[in-house]
């Protein structure tokens, strides 16, 4: 069994690999709706919405209590000026430079839970991403994240029942 976590301290963790990767990093815990207000945004965005968590355990004084997490980031960018809004292919490639810093993004933190710290996160869904072009800005570029991963957030102590007096 691996170590606890919750998903407070793996929320801390992300940030910390988004924002410290590359200086001049924005991230922001909340809903994309909620992106409209920050009028200050710092480019690359990851905006991570939080979290739906399933707890599940075959019996809770098993001691062995499991928190299935789904999560959604989106990753927002700005197309530099160099680039032509209507050349497809070179989006194409500034879309991939994206996806591989999100990519590895999500290696730093997952290196760190399972090496480091020696926490097991067990993958339950396919990372996926979905490219997204907004129309109201033709120079922001966005990546969708998604993914899902399994991890023991509390073990329950046996030991010390509660009093039902």
Known sequence: MSANTNTTAIVDKMKYYWVNATPNRGFYFGWPQEVDNIH???LPLMVMNPPEIIVSTKAWSSNTISTNSNWTLISYDILPSQYNVTDDLAILEFWDKMEDEVMFWIYNWWYYYENV????????????????????NDRLLALKITFGFNFYRLCANTNDYPNID
């Open 40 to 42: 200050s945004k710092t």
């Open 117 to 136: 710290l020696g926490i097991e996160f067990i993958l339950t869904s396919p990372i996926q991403i979905i490219r997204i072009k907004e129309a109201s």
